[in-house]
T-cell receptor, first 114, second 118 residues
């Protein structure tokens, strides 16, 4: 059981380049999330999805786009990368209902934009 | 908007001793959930412990326990008998009980880096 996987694990981009980060989960979770982690700021929510074909903005959505064409996949796109997007990106997923259902995190992608 | 504050950027403790990590939060909700996540050097986020706000009893998971003070909006993590494997970044996180725009989102603190001295 792989849980939540992210591709790639590391990437270096030049300013203005584009790329897509792929998140996949095999737990049949309804909800999926993209976070970014910066030093001294914890994790901040970029975008999230409550089901296949739906997406919504989080706390820091500017410069990113997402798509959820399949329930198990959640893609994060950078159309024109900027140095401010240098960060570690985490994908997470969770069950639909509330309570203390936890979010399961992927291993992260370290992105450097030069 | 809810906020979570971890005022200790770094902490250190001797192996086998006890350490307490602090977390405070701000919310107007009466029902919510609190979490502590551990992030070792591997970067993997691991759930350590969770607390429901409606429960008065503090949560405990083996060597990990919390001191939940709802009125003070405080949620500290106590690690007993510290082990070298406990060295990591620890994040406090808040999640409200209301479904906003279809999801329940986590709000994280800034993190506390814990070092274990052998």
């Amino acid at each position: 059981n792989a849980g939540v996987t992210q591709t790639p694990k590391f990437r270096v981009l030049k300013t203005g380049q584009s790329m897509t980060l792929l998140c996949a989960q095999d737990m049949n979770h309804e909800y999926m999330y993209w976070y970014r982690q910066d030093p001294g700021m914890g994790l901040r929510l970029i975008h999230y999805s409550v089901g296949e074909g739906t997406t919504a903005k989080g706390e820091v959505p500017d410069g990113y786009n997402v798509s959820r064409l399949k329930k198990q996949n959640f893609l994060l796109g950078l159309e024109s990368a900027a140095p401010s997007q240098t960060s570690v990106y985490f994908c997470a997923s969770s069950y639909r209902t509330g309570g203390t259902y936890e979010q399961y995190f992927g291993p992260g992608t370290r992105l450097t934009v030069t | 908007a809810q906020t979570v504050t971890q005022s200790q950027p770094e902490m250190s403790v001797q192996e086998a001793e006890t350490v307490t990590l602090s977390c405070t939060y701000d919310t107007s909700e009466s029902d919510y959930y609190l979490f502590w996540y551990k992030q070792p050097p591997s970067r993997q986020m691991i759930l350590v412990i969770r607390q429901e706000a409606y429960k008065q009893q503090n949560a405990t998971e083996n060597r990990f326990s919390v001191n939940f003070q709802k009125a003070a909006k405080s949620f500290s993590l106590k690690i007993s008998d510290s082990q070298l494997g406990d060295a990591a970044m620890y994040f406090c996180a808040y999640r409200g009980s209301y479904i906003i725009q279809g999801a329940q989102k986590l709000v994280f603190g800034q993190g506390t880096r814990l070092t274990i001295n052998p």
